[in-house]
């Protein structure tokens, strides 16, 4: 069956410029986590999701960071006035119930690339 | 969030056997200990976990020390796909505990033909 999927795959902006990251989850799936991963580090973890209610944001590294996911399937991760240090590859993953201690299953990311 | 330390590479030659250490003296009784890895552009794979008992599946097994203090992925023959980051984390999955992975910087695994 199909695996998280993001779009778009790549993303260049210019300094300053708004931008939107889509996760389209597993079908069914009720947790879903936003990472960022800079060059050479290991995932950072960004927000969390349980259906449409947001419970953890800890991970948003100012307020030009800002996720939704309206109806409890596709999330959107977006970012206003874009700055050099956003560029990274922006990750999603589900899960089918995070309490049960279930495996994340990641999409391959979104690499942001900001001039 | 307790932490974990691993060598920052390894090296393996194609078909032997590869163990992936990882220290994580501060576990407590709550934490599973979860592996994943990140082949080239792409994003992390869920490979084994496990809480006190050594675990096999069709990817790995996991043996954990005794006092949970250590624990070995092992990859029975390495083959050129399982090039990639290896990543433990504990995860406390206690009432109150945090849901998210917290990764480190993993063990980059490099196999030789």
């Known amino acids: 069956g199909a695996g998280v999927s993001q779009s778009p795959r790549y993303k260049v902006a210019k300094r300053g410029q708004d931008v939107a990251l889509r996760c389209d989850p597993i079908?069914?799936?009720?947790?879903l986590f936003w990472y960022q991963q800079a060059l050479g580090q290991g995932p950072e973890f960004l927000t969390y999701f349980q259906n449409e209610a947001q419970l953890d944001k800890s991970g948003l590294p100012s307020d030009r960071f800002f996720a939704e996911r309206p109806e409890g399937s596709v999330s959107t991760l977006k970012i206003q006035r874009t700055q050099q240090e956003d560029s990274a590859v922006y990750l999603c993953?589900?899960?089918?119930?995070?309490?049960?201690?279930?495996?994340?299953?990641f999409g391959s990311g979104t690499q942001l690339s900001v001039l | 969030d307790a932490k974990t330390t691993q060598p920052n590479s390894m090296e393996s030659n194609e078909e032997e056997p590869v163990h992936l250490p990882c220290n994580h003296s501060?576990?407590?009784?709550?934490?599973?200990i979860h592996w994943y890895r990140q082949l080239p552009s792409q994003g992390p794979e869920y490979v084994i976990h496990?809480?006190?008992s050594n675990v096999n599946n069709r990817m790995a097994s996991l043996a954990i020390a005794e006092d949970r203090k250590s624990s070995t992925l092992i990859l029975h023959r390495a083959t050129l796909r399982d090039a990639a980051v290896y990543y433990c984390i504990l995860r406390d999955v206690s009432q109150g505990g945090s849901e998210k992975l917290v990764f480190g910087k993993g063990t980059k695994l490099t196999v030789n033909p």
């Open positions: 496990g809480l006190t």
């Open positions: 079908s069914g799936h009720v947790s």
């Open positions: 501060t576990i407590s009784g709550t934490d599973y």
């Open positions: 993953a589900s899960s089918p119930n995070v309490a049960t201690n279930e495996k994340l299953f």
